[in-house]
């Protein structure tokens, strides 16, 4: 997200004409005078406006769709396609369908809500593997959406190696909302007991136990699979959020049940990359980020990084 929000810098710096610290300085009040609500990102969009710089005709590359952003054009390859579901709202029939779209820089969930737009899917006019181009789109969040105002066409623009992997964009705590695919710096500060609990080995659902009996509501008797879930609390200077790591993936960082309390001293205190998405716990009533990976931090690529934006 760095990196994007460096590229947007050197975009309004170039079409502007101002040094690139100046426009820093117009974001950094922006955000201030919005008491930080909005993001760096967006800040720099409401500059972007400001200053009477518009990306409105310009074709962008995926990894420069930044959230906020209002009328954007790109060109992407299909590379999934999720099921046509509709839905009935304010007694109108409505559909949706999300598609993925790759290019050589990243790829997005990108929501088509219009039934023309739709129409294409289920016709089989726009399939997986298909290059598409869009215009008037625009993103929330992390997904681009399409609505009756948005063009959708095949492109006869050619696209060689896509990225397919998902991609994770990296923000601050202060900065998560619910979203998918999330990347944080941040250290643990705190790391709670492992909790126990047995689920289905069918659907994966808590089991109960009734009279010395494991059940599952939809299969019955079962024998239960053991499961672990690890809490913890991970700061990156601009807020704090409980991080939840489950079975699956404990094994991938090297803990087990039985070197947990060693490896709770060696994590502790240790600044790291978290990845995974976040998710309001209804109970708590609170945002929590479910762990999908953790990655050591590189610190010569982080050098290089923070000397692209310093200079
Ligand atoms: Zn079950």
Sequence with gaps: MLENYDKVLEKISKYSGLEKG???????????????????EGAAQVVAAELGISFDNEKLKIEELLPGMRKVNFVGKVIEISPVREFIKNDRKGKVVNLFLSDETGNIKTILWDLNHIDLIE??????????????????????HLGSFSELKLSEEVLGDVCTEKLFREKEINELGVSDNIKVRAFIVQIFEPKFFNVCPECKKKASIQEGN????????????????????IDDGTETIRAVLFNENLKEFGISLENFSEKKDEFLGKELYFLGSVRKNKFFNVNEFIIEKIEEINLDELIEKMGKINH
């Excluded at 239960?224 to 690890?230: M, N």
């Design 214 to 233: 494991f059940f599952c509501n939809t299969h019955g008797k079962i024998v239960p699979e053991k499961r672990c879930v690890i809490n913890f609390i």
């Design 22 to 40: 100046e426009i820093e300085k117009k974001i950094e009040a922006k955000r201030a005078k919005l008491s930080g609500l909005i993001s760096k």
């Design 123 to 144: 016709k089989n006019k726009i399939k997986e593997g298909d290059v598409v181009e869009i215009s008037n789109a625009s993103v929330r969040g992390n997904e681009v």
